[in-house]
Nanobody, 125 residues
Framework: QVQVVESGGGLVQAGGSLRLSCAAS????????MGWFRQAPGKEREFVAG????????YYADSVKGRFSISRDNAKNMASLQMNSLNSEDTAVYYC??????????????????WGQGTQVTVSS
């Protein structure tokens, strides 16, 4: 089992920045990748960004490229999502997810095994 906890959400004005953090605990030796997803009211959960644990390869949704940056700290079993130039369309609950093995479709929720409870990000215009 892997436990996943997010932190860092909040309220920010359009154009501002926020940094989300994700901490994994438990059987962390099995980590393959960590990802961030988000879900706005009335919408499906969508992929935001991901990072592979051993090599550190990064991948992003087109909607956040150039604005968001994902990073990891292997020693602390943590990943962070730096979000810049936020706009109202970024308002959502953000979830951190952990994959314990390679699966195709890394942009899909089904590729991840463990999830956090989510943290709210609200961007005011």
């Amino acid at each position: 089992q892997v436990q996943v906890v997010e932190s860092g959400g909040g309220l920010v004005q359009a154009g501002g920045s926020l940094r989300l953090s994700c901490a994994a605990s438990g059987r962390t030796l099995s980590l393959y990748a960590m990802g961030w997803f988000r879900q706005a009211p009335g919408k499906e959960r969508e992929f935001v960004a991901g990072i592979t644990w051993r090599i550190g390869g990064r991948y992003y949704a087109d909607s956040v490229k150039g604005r968001f940056s994902i990073s990891r700290d292997n020693a602390k079993n943590m990943a962070s999502l730096q979000m810049n130039s936020l706009n109202s369309e970024d308002t959502a609950v953000y979830y951190c997810a952990v994959a314990t093995g390679f699966r195709s479709g890394r942009y899909q929720p089904e590729a991840y095994d463990y999830w956090g409870q989510g943290t709210q990000v609200t961007v005011s215009s």
